[in-house]
């Protein structure tokens, strides 16, 4: 499907402040880009980059006053999302070398705190794919997706604790638990057609039948629509924007995902 | 300047043929992307990756029959080009890694064969940027410039004999002869402002004064206006289009660069 | 001056159990490696890779029964370390890009929690260096070292709160301190000469005045003998022996450093 | 096998000169280093960097008069090389991107100008493995292999007007009639078991039926027994000393291979 995806934040900048952005998408093995628009205005000096994962990454300082950054992009993505119930858990000896780092434990994933629930929840199921479906529904009977419940990524742990969280909070969870049995875990950042209500939206990717597949435990479905805008270990590595010094949150920000033909 | 640059390139296919393009800018410390559009027809899937040298490429097999591919973007980009007259050569032993292998010749730049020639060109001139600007100089005075005077790129070698060339093969002999004392060099496609008769364009920059300098001696003076598609070695890394199987050329090509407010 | 610094870990594996061990150092501006031996017995099939960090990981399945490795090496290191009181922070818009995501937050060094102490620990000094300085001299006073502690990583919350840990867990909290800051930090393991007692060493470095400068808050005064075996954001990038599947721990462990002519 | 390789190579130097080595062996997923030496006399400021293609390069200045480098490892390697006839051609589609510069002209390999020679090589060959087989063995048969025969690296066009050439030399006409007809292929740089007269040895590599094979036309027989020092497009990229300035020879240079136990 062919979508038109974008956003646009707003700050009221009190002293000049620097940003880092990860706002363009790129063309890769799941999506192909054929439009691309950068807005920033006032117009001010920017630098891109590209981060170790491979994001695109727009570095720049605000001025003082309001500042407004759009992009908007045309993106042709897959229909729906790959499923491979028996995809096969690839071996740790088996794994390609990129793929290991994943199985790290990072800032909000706190991997090696949780195999014993991972454990509990995949008992019975073929290693691999199968195992990470399971923790995929379990996360959805067992932790409510409010989205909009708080501003500040919530860890694995304390995801599981309170019992709830937004859409990057699960997708936390997910990947500690996917890690603690040695199946490699990362986060994406994004946007997703038909997501209620329409945000940024984050989810996961694990690697097992020696690929990457798609899960999302905010939908009760699996579908398709997804755009990717960046992906790392957890959001400590994808923020859509880190800014640094006095703390700035947008005044207005506006996200949007419709189909074109 | 703020330019919208673009192409059109028209194909007639008659087996299914590998291509590998070169055809989307990207932002970074030179030019920032504003707005990009690519478009292929008919429809393929395209696969996108980033090649050694950073440069974004595009992946596809063109189907049978015409096949044409349409890219436009507006860039913001320097209105003139930076000088430096003094800029210091730097010592083998200080150049940053990442610059040491634009000292070894190439497919196109055999600079292991203009030692003798780079030091009668450069002879009294104060080592670094007044050796380049040198030879940019005597290129301008000893190589003509006939754009469309060959298809296939011409080595250093070649082009110093023939006496002419078309702008990549201008490049190859400056970066050969940069190379052979010591200047780390390498080539640049993209397009130019104002280029007369308007096509895709090559220039060339070397490392002197701890950064890269852009030298273009089919310009009279030293201009802006540049807009970079990639870089590499020479012509052989950054073809705009790669094909691979029996050979096939446009019929068709139009290129545009134009000044937007 | 010129140590041998080397180990044995020897282990009872009572399943085959895939290893990832980074116990090889490598040459660079720090260090260079003179003699290097690598002894894995019973001999097994290794394949050694560079992770994202640039470190020399050795990926092996270690076989049922007693299972050991030995590394040693003689490695030319500084006599003493850089100081460099007064060297100025970094402005994050000046960083190279290669550093920025040591600003980040990462498991064991949740720098997003520390600020309002890292001001406190500095206040009134000169940014950049003086302030690592101070953040040192901080934890040599507040937090004990002591050998042995802890087997797990602790972070720098953890750390924080007991008041005590291993080597590794004060540089965690060095470290998240730094970040905090924005003074982009990472963990160093490997070996230091005269450590007592012996054993394997971490350390940190916070990058300020444009290079990265070295910090041991487990020694009371600054000294040199440092051997690199790897770095990154912390533990979790760096352990010498990662192991998957059911725990096991080296039954022995021997370390030794000497000073060599 | 278990090889104890080595060499030590003697300079006179009039006046201080940079110097880029490439004499270090990595491990690999074809070779395991269990012992290695590096010893540089006088002792001299050493600085070690990764390039492009994963080699270890030692960059130093030789200061003037006697200049001495000796190194030395004990390496692990097959006792046979792979051979894979009908292993398959792989269409460019299906290349991974980073076997696909290895299809590109380089300044020793003119494979745009082989074409015609491959097909004729090839004629009634299955695509892939054998076509590199049937491209070897013209090697032996047409292109006549003497040691010293040479000093400075030959290109495909010039060792195959002369019709002989060291190894370097038939590695570089390998390559470029592999690389004519699509297949990948590289130059290798290393050590030789039992190759007579001993010296420093190039082989290629090719790429079919989605890995690597060795090819070495220098060799009668297939056998094995490679240490490998340095990978690359062609001797350019992978020059066991690169030294820059007034040029200056070995006047004495020792290599070693030996089985132990």
Known sequence: MRLRTGCNLKFEIATPTPFILMLRPRSGS?????????????????????DDYGNLCQ?????CGMFSITTSSVVVTSDYTDEAYGAEFV????LPDSVLSYLLPSRYC????????????????????????AITNWLRSNIKYIPGSNNEPLSAIQVNTN????????????????????????????????LQPMDM????EAYVGNRWYTFDAT?????GGYVILGLGKDAADVAVFNQFGPSVFPIDQQVWVEKVE
């Open 30 to 50: 799941q999506q192909w880009v054929e439009q691309q628009e950068y807005e920033i205005d006032p117009g001010t000096p920017v630098y891109e980059f590209t």
């Open 201 to 204: 939206h984050a989810w996961f």
């Open 163 to 194: 019992g709830y969280g937004v859409c990057r909070d699960l997708a936390h969870l997910g990947i500690a638990l996917c890690r603690s049995l040695s199946i490699p875990a990362r986060i994406v950042v994004g946007y997703l057609y038909n």
């Open 59 to 63: 570095r720049l300082t605000a001025p």
């Open 110 to 133: 706190e991997s090696d705190c949780f195999n014993e629930l991972a454990v509990s929840i995949t008992q019975g199921e073929i290693l691999g794919y199968n195992q990470v479906a």
């Open 219 to 223: 939908q009760m479905a699996t579908t």
């Open 91 to 94: 071996e740790i000896q088996n």
